[in-house]
């Protein structure tokens, strides 16, 4: 882009970064009240051994969702796969499961006393071991988060030029050459923006770690503000923000994003797919087998806990419910995409101290709990915006605040693979920048925006603390719905409305993820 076009970008970003600062300010606010009680609860030994906990149990279901995403992104868009497509969409439904649904499900499953007991007791296998604790936060967050790396990475390999393969393969490389030394590498910014969404994902989490019994600091968040020790859960808060910000700074994304761009302005059309051979069948059965532990076992849960735990639909049945979610989905997800558009633009194509810090603070709604974001929101409704309190505006803004990080991740990767030369070429032919952004990036950024559009989806209409703080009177959502019911015993309820926001979500996914995807 040229200085016109740049200096609007910045004025987006930096109206953004107000709004994600606010959260900071409301933190810093509690905080200041009381400043000597964070140096003190800082040195406490149980909050030296919570971060020991957050931090190890981040980095390791962060390692293991590298592990699994990208052989299966690099398996599902370049191999000759069979039902490849119908993976790639089942692949990312647990992103659909609230982590408290899905961690209560996995423990019926797989706890004391749960299906996998039941199944070994017909063998004679009488124990197992302990489900609760790091372990199975650990096996629970893993199969909740590898779909965000999984996402971004399918995304940047959409739009990656056939070419580069067919250059390592006419220097006589092998398969495993050409992968390790030339695709990964390329593939490194939306690995490693993926793996920072993960790592924050779980660090901020409180459903799965709280059903789990594994303390971290989320759980210690969310009993310090039910408790009202405001005060506590400021000094929480910064820890967390310090761990995001070191998590950040440790992957440095902005170093990985130099020259990712094809060499041409249309991706090679001889394509080569990875011949998998006698392989294919083993990958389709380890792939299901995989689909089946996260996804068909949890679902099938629900499907029983419909007919099992619910007698009359009619009593209980809202429709708005579903509309109220699809409507604040949606609202939300536009606004979050669409700001996120400039401000991946300026941090992939304008690299400065300013894009750099605008890159680093847009994380921080993702790395607070929910409940946090929401409350900051409510002080900056209350004091600052009273007019659009408790409107869908505001709730907008929470919105906003806590996934515009996911969209910058996946977007800019696909930006950086935007070929500058195309720009230049097309503005010496005359014409304008919003020929260019309509002709050349938003094409050319379909992949990411797509991506981006359907994980905020997902996001929102599965986000519980912010819509139940920031919603409208008598606003109830999927999301909201399940909560109540599950509170109130109503499981059959509970697992109706979960039922229903898979559909709502999953739907969305199959024909926009697979949307100008080669087969």
Not at 107 to 119: C, E, H, R, S
Not at 196 to 216: C, H, N, P
Request: charged letters at 10%; hydrophobic letters at 50%.
């Amino acid at each position: 882009m040229f200085k016109s076009s740049q200096s609007i970008l910045q004025i987006i970003s930096f109206m953004v970064l107000l709004l994600v600062a606010v959260p900071l300010c409301y933190i810093a606010i509690n905080l200041l009240s009381n400043p000597n009680d964070f140096f003190e609860y800082i040195l406490e030994t149980k909050t030296l051994k919570l971060a020991w906990n957050t931090i190890l149990l981040a980095v390791t279901v962060t390692i293991a969702s590298i592990c699994i995403s990208v052989p299966l992104a690099i398996l599902t868009i370049r191999s000759n796969l069979p039902l490849k497509k119908l993976f790639r969409v089942l692949l990312c439904i647990p992103l659909v499961f609230p982590s408290y649904i899905y961690g209560f499900l996995f423990i019926i499953l797989f706890g004391p006393k749960g299906f996998l007991y039941d199944m070994l007791q017909i063998i004679g296998i009488e124990k197992i071991p302990d489900l609760y604790g790091y372990w199975g936060a650990f096996l629970c967050l893993t199969l909740l988060s590898y779909p965000y790396i999984f996402i971004s990475v399918t995304s940047s390999l959409t739009k990656l030029d056939y070419s580069y393969e067919e250059a390592s393969y006419s220097l006589g490389k092998s398969f495993w050459d050409t992968y390790i030394r030339v695709i990964i590498p390329i593939l490194k910014p939306s690995i490693i923006v993926g793996a920072i969404l993960v790592t924050l994902y779980v660090v901020s989490d409180f459903g799965a770690v709280s059903l789990l019994q594994y303390k971290s600091f989320s759980y210690v968040i969310y009993n310090q503000y039910q408790t009202i020790q405001r005060a506590a859960a400021a000094s929480t808060s910064t820890i967390l923000i310090l761990i995001g910000l070191l998590t950040i700074w440790f992957y440095k994304p902005e170093s990985a994003n130099t020259n990712l761009y094809r060499s041409t302005a249309s991706v090679s059309k001889n394509t080569k797919l990875i011949d998998l051979g006698r392989f294919k069948w083993i990958i389709v059965l380890l792939i299901s087998a995989l689909v089946f532990l996260s996804v068909i076992l949890p679902i099938s849960v629900l499907i029983n806990w419909s007919y099992s735990f619910t007698t009359n639909y009619d009593d209980f049945f809202k429709i708005e419910v579903i509309t109220n979610s699809i409507y604040a989905s949606f609202v939300g997800t536009l606004t979050t995409v669409f700001l996120a558009i400039p401000i991946a633009f300026l941090i992939a194509k304008h690299k400065s101290t300013f894009s750099k810090t605008i890159e680093k603070i847009s994380y921080i709604g993702f790395v607070l709990p929910g409940i946090v974001v929401a409350l900051a929101v409510v002080y900056f409704g209350i004091n600052f915006a009273m007019p659009i309190y408790q409107t869908m505006i505001l709730l907008a803004i929470g919105y906003l605040i806590l996934f515009i990080p996911v969209a910058i991740g996946i977007i800019k990767p696909v930006v950086s693979q935007i070929n500058p030369k195309l720009e230049e070429s097309a503005k010496s032919l005359g014409a304008s920048n919003f020929k260019i952004w309509q002709k050349i990036n938003f094409p050319s950024m379909a992949p990411g925006i797509t991506g981006a559009f359907i994980l905020v989806f997902i996001l929102i209409m599965k986000e519980l603390p912010a819509t139940l703080i920031l919603a409208p009177l008598s606003f109830n959502t999927l999301a909201t719905s399940i909560w109540t019911h599950a509170t109130e015993a109503g499981f059959g309820m509970a697992a109706v409305y979960s039922g229903i926001l898979l559909l709502f979500t999953g739907l969305p996914m199959f024909f926009m993820f697979n949307k100008g995807i080669q087969e």
